[in-house]
């Protein structure tokens, strides 16, 4: 399950950082450049929208060590399981609160599967 | 064995909710939100706006959860520290690059010694185990 885990981690950071990079990124960008706004908020949006990125990197490769490293795997699968839990819960009633459909943030497809995986991997590393 | 550390990253983890929250929340989110960008834009970096609240709110109460469970403090501490080291490498390399100077993003500030106190607790951890 860990090395399940560690794919769909790895596959939803690449969509982030590929797709959502040219159609919600960059768009960011153009319009930032369009306005004139303060170094800050162009700066912390690109800080946490890259970070988000490496988050991801970060926990696949977290997956991976539990993986190998039985001893010590439920805690870093417990920790992945609720880090992603999070995202899943607040992708799933954003759009919904906000924009009026669940699927107004989709994002939620891939935050369940990946909470799912890990919390399937913390009871079986109990 | 508690690590003191584990209190240590929860206190700077609660100022990074706070900060992130009512800081942020009006000076950075807000113009999004109220900006002609496209909807699925504004819809994508507000989820990983209060996407990023929660977690914070998460890795705070994981920190807690390090102190009070030490069983499972090796893996939480694990699991903490590379990720506050890259969201403050992010803020410190970023805000460098894209600024040309490293107070203009803050952030590391906070990311940065959060990754410290959950390694430092993580060694301590790590020496009472062996």
Redesign the interface.
Known sequence: MGLILAFLLFATGCIHHFRGGGSIWAPMLVQWQDVKQKKLVKGTLGFIWHGVTLWFIGMTGLALYAYVTPHIAQGIYLSLAIQNLSFAIIASLYGKLVYGRFLASPQWLFFWPIAVAAFVAYSGAM | MKSKWNLAAFTVMALTVVAHAFG?GP??WL??YE???????R??????????T??F???A??SLA?YLRP??????????A??NL??G???LI??FV??GGVL??P?WILFLPMAVFTFMALKAMQKSEA
């Open positions: 942020g000076e950075i113009p999004v900006s002609s960008l496209p909807q699925v834009v819809i994508s970096m507000g989820l990983v706006w209060h996407g990023l929660v977690l709110i998460i890795m109460a994981l390090a069983k499972l403090s090796l893996g939480i501490n694990l699991s903490l590379p990720i890259g969201f490498g992010v803020a970023y805000g894209s600024t203009v993003l952030q």
